[in-house]
């Protein structure tokens, strides 16, 4: 039997850090990240940012001792509801450990947190061509926003 665990990121564990970067490289290069991987500076940049941002944290979850995927999350409020959320910014698996219902498990144990802290919602994005992540959100019960609700960005280059 596969032994599954969950961690916190502990910014001042090595091998935390090692997995934080390898696994958002690994998403980055991935067809559904289309992006390049960070380069040391960067690396360093995404380290501290996330250690010293108020309202994130990033959650690992482990196969058999090894760290296999995680969940970069920020915690936001809902003006509306006048309670806090949960964003799920990144979530990705290291494409040995696909297939094995590690991204299942990494939400719902997230939909634990969010419940345990009562969070009046969760919230994240998810791309028009990722049939298999949104099949799991549906199987999860998240779903389009009624209204519909759309993602807009502008990039602010400097």
């Known amino acids: 039997m596969k032994k599954i665990e969950f961690e916190y990121c502990d910014y001042e564990n090595p091998t935390h850090l090692d997995a934080l970067v ?8 991935d067809p559904m990240g289309e992006s390049e991987p960070l380069d040391k500076i ?21 196969y058999n ?10 915690i936001n409020f809902s003006t509306f509801k006048v309670k ?5 910014h990144d979530i990705v698996i290291y494409n040995q450990y ?5 991204g299942r498990m990494l939400l719902e144990e997230l939909i634990q947190i ?3 802290r009562d969070y009046c919602k969760m919230s994240l994005e998810v791309r028009e061509d990722n ?4 099949n799991l959100y549906r199987s999860l019960n998240f779903k389009e926003c009624t209204p ?11």
């Open 22 to 29: 390898g696994l958002l490289n690994h998403y980055m290069k």
């Open 42 to 62: 960067k690396q360093l940049r995404l380290i501290d940012g996330l250690a010293n941002h108020p309202s994130s944290f990033v959650l690992f979850i482990l």
């Open 65 to 74: 001792q090894e760290l296999a995927g995680l969940a970069t999350c920020f």
């Open 84 to 88: 806090p959320y949960l964003n799920l």
């Open 98 to 102: 696909r297939g094995k219902g590690l």
């Open 114 to 116: 969010s419940e345990s």
């Open 131 to 134: 049939k298999v992540a949104q």
């Open 148 to 158: 519909n609700m759309f993602f807009w960005t502008k990039t602010i280059d400097k």
